[in-house]
């Protein structure tokens, strides 16, 4: 019997996504999932709202999340973005939602992370959830957590190294909880492997340290998690990319690291696991039908 409850994404302003139909299927939870900035405002913003409100009828408001974007947001810097990401958390607590999931969002080339302070921009970061946190009263029962990032970006081109390994995340209290995502923690253990074998070039990769697939124990107050596989390994200044949202038998590494993380997980945790698979038809979501179908048989 499963523990966690298994979660849909869809795109917050298109209504054809809302997983409505994979309820039936064993589906009891969706996810609101905006990418892009400039989708904070305008008619993507009353639509997502809409959205979410109407998704929160069908499932209940506590099996729904909204994802906030990560593409050009970020929060520390930019005053316009904060104050979405206050109004977001402020809609979420007074529709009831289970929670907001964001990125540590401070996304630069590799080149820029030379000269940067990692234990300073993550104190700065988790600060400013805080004061999120802070910003809304009567907010216990719905959280706001952080997710891990991935070691380098899908293009080799751009990372965001601040939150990768359950040390990262000490700097947060118990108010900030954490969002596991497994994709992107199996990706960076991975990665650090060959970077420590020296097998990939440490120059492009400021936060390094020695990690293994089972360290997914080390992660405390998982409030929330995203689950898919990855498959390809992103070289910088290369054309060899990766790429997220497989299902875990199509991916790099032995499937069955994925379905013990899932076990331990179903002992330990009770939220939400989000299935980031990428599919044909969103609307339809074929592959993550098998994928809650084989989850369901385990």
Request: proline share 3%; hydrophobic share 40%.
């Amino acid at each position: 019997m499963l523990n966690f409850k298994i979660s849909l994404p869809f795109l917050s302003f298109v209504r054809e996504q809302i997983p409505f139909r994979e309820k039936l299927l064993g589906n009891q939870c969706t996810e609101a999932i905006m990418f892009n900035a400039q989708d904070l405002f305008g008619s993507h913003w009353e639509m997502t709202w809409k959205n979410i409100a109407e998704a929160t009828y069908y499932f209940s408001p506590s099996n729904v999340t909204f994802h906030f974007p990560v593409n050009n947001s970020n929060y520390c810097d930019d005053r316009v973005i904060l104050d979405k990401l206050k109004e977001s958390y402020q809609r979420a607590c007074d529709l009831g939602l289970a929670g907001i999931v964001v990125h540590s969002n401070c996304i630069r080339d590799i080149g820029d992370w030379s000269e940067v302070s990692l234990p300073d921009l993550r104190k700065r970061v988790a600060d400013t959830l805080h004061q999120v946190k802070n910003s809304v009263e009567n907010s216990q029962n719905t959280w706001l957590s952080l997710e891990n990032m991935i070691i380098m970006d899908n293009f080799g081109k751009e990372i965001d190294p601040l939150f990768l390994y359950a040390d990262d995340f000490q700097v947060l209290d118990e108010s900030i909880g954490v969002v596991l995502d497994l994709c992107h923690f199996f990706y960076t253990v991975t990665v650090s492997h060959m970077l420590l074998d020296g097998r990939l070039d440490k120059k492009h990769y400021p936060n390094v340290r020695p990690c293994a697939y089972g360290d997914i124990k080390k992660f405390k107050s998982i409030r929330h998690c995203h689950f898919a596989a990855f498959r390809g390994i992103a070289i910088p200044f290369t054309e060899q990319h990766c790429r997220e949202g497989m299902l875990p038998e199509e991916g790099d590494i032995d499937e069955n690291l994925y379905y013990e993380a899932l076990s331990y997980l179903n002992k330990k945790f009770s939220g939400h696991l989000v299935l980031e698979i990428q599919e044909d038809d969103y609307a339809i979501k074929s592959r993550s039908r098998l994928l809650i179908k084989k989850i369901n048989e385990l």
